[in-house]
């Protein structure tokens, strides 16, 4: 079992930048995939960006491609999500997600995809 814990959302002006940080604990974060999805009110839940385990690959959605950095830190079992050029549109309940897979570098873009998740953390954008 994975325990994910999320922090860093907050209210920001657009334009600016915030990093979000999500902490594993429990069963060792070696092998896994991580992933940010995000909830705006009234919509699904959305693939934003993934970083696999094995080769450090990582795939973004194509609205976040360019503004969004996915990057993680095994040592301190931490992965980070640094978004710049904030948008309005960019607010939403932001997840972190876990799936085991020590040498699978495909993309998984699909929520039921990852069986570990945390509690997410709250993004807004001001315009």
């Known amino acids: 079992q994975v325990q994910l814990v999320e922090s860093g959302g907050e209210l920001v002006q657009a334009g600016g930048s915030l990093r979000l940080s999500c902490a594993a604990s429990?069963?060792?974060?070696?092998?896994?995939?991580m992933a940010w999805f995000r909830q705006a009110p009234g919509k699904e839940r959305e693939f934003v960006a993934q970083i696999n385990w094995s080769d450090l690959s990582t795939y973004y959605a194509d609205s976040v491609k360019g503004r969004f950095t996915i990057s993680r830190d095994n040592a301190k079992n931490t992965v980070y999500l640094q978004m710049n050029s904030l948008k309005p549109e960019d607010t939403a309940v932001y997840y972190c997600a876990a799936r085991f897979g020590r040498w699978d570098s495909r993309l998984y873009v699909g929520v039921k995809e990852y069986p570990y998740w945390g509690q997410g953390t709250q993004v807004t954008v001001s315009s």
């Open positions: 429990g069963r060792t974060f070696s092998g896994y995939a």
